[in-house]
């Protein structure tokens, strides 16, 4: 099973550049999330979705956007990078309202120079 | 908003030996979920163990254990008979069920170098 797949798990930008981190999962989950993974920080919520169609904000979603046009995909873009959004991305999925634990992909180390 | 703290920033321990992460949380919900999360240094997040906090059981998975005190709101994880390959960043989360907005928190983190 692929499980949660993410990419790049690198990626480099330019201030005011815009790109698109990509998410699929292949286990029909409905709940997919975005975090993002800052030293002394743990993890924090970016943005999730509860099913195809639904989406919403977490605790720090300023200067991302979402969409879910399916089950499976979940993309995150960055609309206008800044130096402030060099971090670690993690895409999460699960199966249901919050019984079950996170999926997580492998992480996108982005760096915004 | 829930927040979870993990008050140890660094950890260490001898190979065999046994050792304590501590892990708080603060919520006004009767019934949430904790887990411990392990991320070696290839960075995947993987689950270690996880507690319904309606269970007054502690979980325990091999040489995994929890110690939950609800009233205290306290989460900590013992790893018994620890291994050089147990060296990892250690999360501690929390996740509300059955609401819209059911994000997991986690706390900093706490990184456990194991001395052989």
């Known amino acids: 099973n692929a499980g949660v797949t993410q990419t790049p798990k690198f990626q480099v930008l330019k201030t005011g550049q815009s790109m698109t981190l990509q998410c699929a999962q292949d286990m029909n989950h409905e709940y997919m999330s975005w975090y993002r993974q800052d030293p002394g920080m743990g993890l924090r919520l970016i943005h999730y979705s509860v099913g195809a169609g639904i989406t919403d904000q977490g605790e720090v979603p300023n200067g991302y956007n979402v969409s879910r046009s399916t089950t499976e995909d979940f993309p995150l873009r960055l609309l206008s990078a800044a130096p402030s959004q060099t971090s670690v991305y993690f895409c999460?999925?699960?199966?249901?309202?919050?019984?079950?634990?996170?999926?997580f992909g492998q992480g996108t180390r982005l760096t915004v120079v | 908003a829930q927040t979870v703290t993990q008050s140890q920033p660094e950890m260490s321990v001898q190979e065999a030996e046994t050792v304590t992460l501590s892990c708080t949380y603060d919520t006004s919900e009767s019934d949430y979920y904790l887990f411990w999360y392990k991320q070696p240094p290839s960075r995947q997040m993987i689950l270690v163990i996880r507690q319904e906090a309606y269970k007054q059981q502690n979980a325990t998975e091999n040489r995994f254990s929890v110690n939950f005190q609800k009233a205290a709101k306290s989460f900590s994880l013992k790893i018994s008979d620890s291994q050089l390959g147990d060296a990892a960043m250690y999360f501690c989360?929390?996740?509300?069920?059955?609401?819209?907005?059911?994000?997991?928190?986690f706390g900093a983190g706490t990184r456990l170098t194991v001395k052989p």
């Open positions: 989360a929390y996740r509300r069920p059955f609401y819209n907005n059911n994000d997991m928190r």
């Open positions: 999460a999925s699960s199966y249901g309202r919050g019984h079950t634990e996170a999926f």
